[in-house]
């Protein structure tokens, strides 16, 4: 049988994750701006890395801004965030557009995006505790924000997950814990202080995000023992055909829900609410997604087993 090939992609696509795991409103706002700032740094000579930062300091600005109980004040707190998305999407699309994409590209984007929602969550519970809210709230704002980085890190799992099977050859950011403990132990505290900093921080990363899907790590590790990275063009099919529809829930546990969430409660006057809105729902849907998720990779688990046995 002849193989399918995929249509050519436009310059600006070149720059997608894929265009079935961005959400709406990353592909007819964020990504199209995202891209044009990505060619002004290309000019400028920015590096993505320089890029992720200026786009953390927008976000720990716009959480300051929320601190305030004034409208206006909040409103210019949006308009910080919104750019400090649109910051977080042009450090990947330049990194693409460069082809200068790495691991510790998306180390420290990882710490930018958690600086920026650090700063939303402690300044949110400052203004309640401000008003003389109870600090229980610190308990609430605590257990949302424990939420918000388990939901994150199993997204971001799945996704490059996804990225791998059904984009096949798209391996970057596959990475196991066994292969980075491994890495980390090479390097020294005393001669690269930084890179083994950021290395520990994602080596946790990566154990959180297996921990919270074992059959998909199993998936992911026989997968890459049979193949060799090179997925059998039935198996990306059939993963593709498995997992794409749960895509469209996966991405309301990504940044532009919560951002937009926030800001309908912050034009209301009752923020707190969203830190309700990380607990119940959200923690809802997120096991919702595990159980499935973790189903469907044991049936295909199966398949790839059989296929070995068979072989």
């Known amino acids: 049988m002849v193989e399918q090939k995929e ?6 696509e070149a720059t997608y994750k894929a265009r079935e795991v961005e959400g709406v409103l990353d592909l007819y706002f964020f ?3 995202g891209f044009r700032l990505a060619q002004l740094f290309e000019r400028l000579k920015m590096t ?7 786009a953390g300091l927008f976000g720990v600005v716009a959480g300051h801004l929320y601190y305030y109980r004034d409208l206006r004040i909040n409103i210019v707190g949006m308009a910080f965030h919104v ?10 699309q330049l990194a693409r557009l460069t082809h200068r994409e790495s691991r510790e590209g998306r ?17 949110l519970t400052l203004r309640y505790l401000a008003e003389g809210s109870s600090p229980a709230i610190c308990l609430l704002a605590l257990a949302a924000g424990i939420s918000h980085a388990l939901q994150g890190a199993a997204a971001d799992y799945y996704r490059s997950t996804y990225l791998y099977f059904a984009n096949n050859g798209a391996q970057i950011g596959l990475d196991s814990a066994s292969a980075l403990r491994s890495d980390y132990q090479k390097l020294s505290w005393r001669s690269e202080p930084w890179n083994k900093f950021l290395l520990a921080l994602y080596l946790n990363f990566t154990r959180q995000q297996e921990m919270l899907a074992p059959h998909l790590k199993k998936l992911r590790d026989t997968t890459s023992e049979l193949f060799h990275g090179e997925i059998p063009n039935w198996l990306r099919t059939r993963y593709r055909n498995l997992v794409s529809p749960t895509f ?3 991405r309301l546990l990504m940044t532009n829900t919560r951002m937009l969430v926030l800001f309908a409660l912050l034009f209301i006057g ?3 609410y ?9 923690n809802l849907l997120f096991v919702y997604l595990i159980i499935r998720q973790e189903n469907m990779s044991e049936s295909l688990l199966e398949v790839a087993v059989k296929w070995r046995d068979a072989a």
């Open 7 to 12: 249509p050519p992609c436009s310059r600006i």
């Open 48 to 54: 993505p890395a320089s890029v992720t930062w200026l």
């Open 270 to 272: 009752q923020p707190i």
């Open 107 to 123: 180390i420290i984007d990882s710490i930018a995006d958690h600086l920026g929602f650090l700063s939303i969550y402690v300044h």
């Open 248 to 250: 469209r829930w996966w």
């Open 83 to 92: 750019c400090a998305n649109a910051l977080d999407n042009a450090d990947g």
């Open 274 to 282: 969203y830190f309700w809105f990380e607990f119940i729902p959200l």
């Open 31 to 33: 990504r199209p701006i």
